[in-house]
């Protein structure tokens, strides 16, 4: 009989019934033939501490981190990354053989490269990218887009001082619109990005104007239930390159997978079938 431990991992949030990960993190386990286990964990805010410090001592080589975790486990990690220090949120835990925990952000390796995957013609740099939110997901947008080398990223929420805050932080290249003007910019976008809940099932629609999208943009959206958001279907009718939002979750899920388990995975239909089962 073997001794040698089984790595496990899993998903902490609150609630976590919903998340898609275990799908995708099992799917790679089976894909790869590796010995390992990848389970969701319901965990309260007041508990949180007290289970990451002992996951270690169960055999757990690290955890993603989904709402409302993701800024919390900032103060518990032993040391973070500096994209996750960008973000101000961290997705990913990895627990060191000395039992010390390191946070990092993947969201934002996850969107852009989606977004080169689903749209490999797009080049950054030949336009202004419209950015739709400014809550956490945005951050990891923008971040990724600055470093790709978007010239300009036209920032619009319903509430314009995070917008505000947001370009404070990022610096010049960041443009701030009225939520009431944003319809407005979307005919100089090479990029339009909504980084909302709008548009969720169950959620409010997104009712910015998108008639003036051109052919030559691409249209994506981190919203993924539905799959074919109402901005999606409007970025087809216009002839435009579209990507859906369940790229961006499948891609952000690899860096963590790789860390734990030794193997780097492959993005592929399969992975998007075993996604969506």
């Given amino acids: 009989m073997s001794d040698r431990k089984i790595p496990l991992a899993g998903v902490i949030g609150c609630p976590v019934a919903h998340s898609r990960s275990p799908q995708i993190q099992n799917h790679w386990l089976k894909t790869y033939e590796i010995a390992g286990y990848y389970v969701p964990m319901h965990v309260e805010p007041q508990d949180l501490e007290t289970v990451i410090r002992s996951l270690p001592k169960a055999g757990f080589v690290g955890a993603n981190v989904t709402i409302p975790h993701k800024e919390a486990v900032m103060q518990i990690a032993d040391k973070v990354t500096d994209r996750a220090t960008l973000m101000g949120a ?14 990092d952000n993947t969201d934002g390796y996850g969107f852009i ?11 950054p740099n030949v336009g202004p990218a419209l950015v739709l939110g400014a809550g956490g997901a945005c951050r990891a947008v923008i ?11 036209m920032l619009s929420n319903r509430t314009r001082e995070r917008a505000d805050q947001l370009r404070k932080e990022f610096g010049k290249r960041i443009q701030v619109i009225d939520w009431v003007k944003a319809g407005n910019a979307v005919e100089d976008a090479s990029l339009v990005v909504n980084a909302t809940s709008l548009g969720m099932e169950g959620k409010r629609p997104l009712r910015v104007p998108m008639d003036g999208l051109q052919t030559s943009c691409v249209v994506t959206d981190l919203v993924y239930t539905p799959l074919k958001t109402d901005l999606i279907q409007a970025g087809e009718d216009a002839g435009c390159t579209v990507v859906d939002g369940l790229g961006m979750l499948l891609h952000q899920a690899v860096p963590g997978f790789e860390r734990w388990f030794g193997q780097r995975p492959k993005v592929d239909e399969a992975t998007r079938a075993a996604a969506l089962a």
Avoid: C, M, Y
Avoid at 90 to 102: M, Y
């Fill in 90 to 103: 961290a997705n990913t835990l990895i627990f060191r053989e000395d039992g010390s925990v390191l946070a």
């Fill in 143 to 153: 971040a990724s887009l600055v470093e790709a080398g978007v010239p300009e990223i």
């Fill in 113 to 123: 490269t989606n977004l080169h995957q689903g749209a490999p013609d797009w080049k």
